[in-house]
């Protein structure tokens, strides 16, 4: 099984910036795709970004321009990382991997989760 690891979270005000990372380990060439996804408390599961194995990368709208997926490896899903910039108290959140071995999108691993928070 594909097993996630995230890294990098903390405490950051705002207009800072910080860089998560997404350690992978397992069958990693079973992995199609893999994405970021956040949740602040009280409010649902969101998605922030993807990114497939031929490096097409997709964000969510309030993030566009700001945050930066990418892949360790061009090859295979062995590292995923989020470089977030400009950052803003909404931002905060639990961020969490996934990845997705069957249809790109249908995430069927997560990790634990990191907490960012965007404080003064």
């Known amino acids: 099984q594909v097993q996630l690891v995230e890294s990098g979270g903390g405490l950051v005000q705002p207009e800072g910036s910080l860089r998560l990372s997404c350690a992978t380990s397992?069958?990693?060439?079973?992995?199609?795709?893999m994405g970021w996804y956040r949740q602040a408390p009280g409010k649902e599961r969101e998605l922030v970004a993807t990114i497939t194995t031929n490096g097409i990368a997709r964000y969510k709208d309030s993030v566009e321009g700001r945050f930066t997926i990418s892949r360790g490896d061009a090859k295979i899903m062995n590292k995923v990382n989020l470089q977030m910039t400009k950052l803003k108290p909404e931002d905060t959140a639990v961020y969490y991997c996934?990845?997705?071995?069957?249809?790109?999108?249908?995430?069927?691993?997560w990790g634990q989760g990191t907490q960012v928070t965007v404080s003064s």
């Open positions: 397992g069958p990693l060439f079973s992995i199609n795709a």
């Open positions: 996934a990845a997705s071995t069957r249809r790109p999108y249908e995430w069927n691993y």
